[in-house]
Structures are given as structure tokens and as C-alpha cells.
């Protein structure tokens, strides 16, 4: 079965503070992705990155970066300079590759509620 | 364009009502799916629809009934629902082939209230 911990339930950082957040999953498939979403308080599921189980490149967008690494099973999360708006619930998902055709299923973590205070 | 718009925004309904949500996208996606989510839980997976077919329910009671009448277009028909499925209800779609055809993109929910 497949299952995605995310052990950081709330964090609260001041603006500017970089901040890490942790994702470790479990899976038996050789082949399958990871996700990161966000999820203001309005409540939209905001996607923000996919990456796949061969492509183990870290990946730096602004000021969020991932940190992919197989062997520890863990896909990493980091806001550089974090603003208020960054706020928000943070998921990590994987995706189930036996469904097959068009649909997917995600299996998400329990979520991560990132507070920044100016 | 990555935008599934969902209406209404917030629903207030009796134990007796039927009331149905709505889930859109114009961004030629062939899987769409139904989400709820608890307060401060992840979102979980009700149904699935393949290229307008059924293709994952998650043993999601009877009183939740989806239809996908055209691609662009998904609904959930509410009927004798309980005070407990009051939620966030989340639709999302994603393409069937492509480089991008795993992710799935949300729509802004449905609160939905149940008296």
C-alpha cells in the first residue's frame, strides 16, 4: 500500500525565514510521481510541482526549491524568504500508476500548516 | 488556462433536500474526479470518471450519485444526506495522455452544510 507522511503537523516561521517541509513516502511501485500542492484558506488545491520516480534533478522555481532523493524515500519541500502569503496547508501526494489509462489516483499526506507572521 | 470552476461556492441543505454540484473545465481533460475533505484532513477520493465512464468509486455511499454528462462537465447529485457529510467537496481534472497527464487540477470546492 501506498502512504505518504508528512510529520510536520503546523510550523510557524517569521517573513524571510527560509523553511523546510518534509514529505517521506512509502511505495512498491518502481515507477511513480510526486506531487506538491497548496491549499490557501479559500481552499482551491493549488499544484505546484510533479516529479517522477527516474528524475531525481532538484528543482528550484523562485523561491520554492524540491529536494527528490529515492534513497531515503523523501521529497522535500523549501519556501527561501517566506512571505505571508505564503500561508497556506501544504500536501504531498503520490501517485498510484496501477490505474492505469487516464486517471490517477493521489494518495496524500495529512498536510502540513504553514503559518509565516510578518 | 488551468481552471475547473465549481459552483456553487457554499450549499446549506436539509437532511430531506436533493441538491446537485457542479464541476466544469474547458481544458479538454478526460478525467475528472470528486473529492471530499474534512476540516484540517486531506482531501479523499470519492469518484473517478474516465472519458465519461465510471471508472473508480471508492465505496462511496448511495446518496452520493455523480454523473458526467459531456467532457467538460461533472456533477454530484446529493440526496438524504447526514450531518456528517457536511464538507468541503473538491472536483479536479487532468488530461488523458501527454507530459502533463497525471496532475490534476482543482476546483475552488463547494462548502457544503447539512442541518
Known amino acids: 500500500a501506498q502512504k505518504v507522511t508528512q510529520a510536520q503537523t503546523e510550523i510557524s516561521v517569521v517573513e524571510k525565514e527560509d523553511v523546510t517541509l518534509d514529505c517521506v513516502y512509502e511505495t512498491r511501485d518502481t515507477t511513480y510521481y510526486l506531487f506538491w500542492y497548496k491549499q490557501p484558506p479559500s481552499g482551491e488545491l493549488v499544484f505546484l510541482i510533479r516529479r517522477n520516480s527516474f528524475d531525481e534533478q532538484n528543482e528550484i522555481s523562485g523561491r520554492y526549491s524540491w529536494n527528490f532523493q529515492k534513497s531515503t524515500s523523501s521529497f522535500n519541500f523549501t519556501i527561501t524568504a517566506s512571505q505571508v502569503v505564503d500561508s497556506a496547508v501544504y500536501f504531498c501526494a503520490l501517485s498510484d500508476t496501477i490505474s492505469g489509462g487516464s486517471n490517477y489516483k493521489l494518495t496524500f499526506g495529512k498536510g502540513t500548516l504553514l503559518t509565516v507572521n510578518p | 488556462d488551468t481552471e475547473v470552476t465549481q459552483t456553487p461556492k457554499h450549499l446549506v441543505m436539509g437532511m430531506t433536500n436533493k441538491k446537485s454540484l457542479k464541476c466544469e473545465q474547458h481544458?479538454?481533460?478526460?478525467?475528472m474526479y470528486w473529492y471530499k475533505q474534512k476540516a484540517k484532513k486531506p482531501p479523499e477520493l470519492m469518484f473517478v470518471y474516465s472519458y465519461e465512464k465510471l471508472s473508480i468509486n471508492e465505496s462511496v455511499p448511495s446518496r452520493f450519485s455523480p454523473e458526467c454528462p459531456n467532457s467538460s462537465l461533472l456533477n454530484l447529485h446529493l440526496h438524504a444526506l447526514q450531518p456528517e457529510d457536511s464538507a468541503l467537496y473538491l472536483c479536479a481534472s487532468s488530461q488523458p495522455s501527454g507530459l502533463a497527464k497525471n496532475i490534476q487540477y482543482f476546483g475552488a470546492g463547494t462548502r457544503l452544510s447539512v442541518l
Open positions: 481544458m479538454g481533460h478526460r478525467a
